[in-house]
């Protein structure tokens, strides 16, 4: 398994973790959704017609913004974990999608 396809696994793990420890539903399902595309589209099983750095932009936010804002709300060590994991993977898709563009 590849680093592309490990990491919005982690990431659809730990979404559907605070789906069911949180006590929010919205966020951990907005975050869950992009994780479930960018595997998706990591494994080849779907192929979208959009700019990659575009698409890889817009993913990482769906993945990292709700993470942002359920880590900021944890109340607990296991939601504070799995925000954790879920904002440190949204952020770094973020990270590496900005990448291309700032060199």
Wanted: glycine share 12%; net charge positive.
């Amino acid at each position: 398994m590849t680093l592309h396809a490990a990491l919005p696994l982690a990431a659809l793990l730990a979404a559907a973790y605070l789906f069911f420890a949180s006590g929010s539903r919205l966020l951990p399902l907005v975050a869950a959704a992009g994780a479930g595309l960018e595997l998706a589209l990591a494994h080849g099983w779907l192929r979208l017609a959009v700019p990659s750095h575009t698409l890889a932009f817009a993913l990482g936010g769906a993945i990292g913004v709700p993470a942002l804002v359920l880590w900021w709300r944890a109340g607990g060590k296991g939601p504070l974990t799995g925000a954790s994991i879920l904002a440190f993977i949204g952020l770094l898709q973020l990270a590496l999608a900005a990448l291309p563009r700032l060199l």
